[in-house]
Nanobody, 116 residues
Framework: QVQLVESGGGLVHAGGSLRLSCDAS????????MAWHRQAPGKQRGLVAT???????NYADSVKGRFNISRDNDKNKVYLQMNSMKPEDTAVYYC??????????WGKGTLVTVSS
């Protein structure tokens, strides 16, 4: 059984930084990519960033130049470094893993609050 556990969320002032971590346990075969999504209050969940096994990354326009996604393939961990944070970054952040056979796994999320 695959489990994803996010950590690192919390309260930060605007302009500050946080680093989120996601630990994946269980048996994972043929990971296609790992990703971070977020859901702000009253809004739909949206993609923040993705990273492939080979290290190629993509970002939502709203976080480009401020956030950085990285991963440790050996340990099935993915990270999200968030810098120059804004109040609109406030959301629950979710870790997601997609495998090549189409399976998708989600964590329960970690709350990030950015105060103005």
């Amino acid at each position: 059984q695959v489990q994803l556990v996010e950590s690192g969320g919390g309260l930060v002032h605007a302009g500050g930084s946080l680093r989120l971590s996601c630990d994946a346990s269980g048996t994972l075969f043929s990971i296609n990519y790992m990703a971070w999504h977020r859901q702000a209050p009253g809004k739909q969940r949206g993609l923040v960033a993705t990273i492939t096994t080979g290290g190629s990354s993509n970002y939502a326009d709203s976080v480009k130049g401020r956030f950085n996604i990285s991963r440790d393939n050996d340990k099935n961990k993915v990270y999200l470094q968030m810098n120059s944070m804004k109040p609109e970054d406030t959301a629950v952040y979710y870790c997601n893993i997609r495998t090549r056979n189409g399976s998708s796994y989600w964590g329960k999320g970690t709350l990030v609050t950015v105060s103005s």
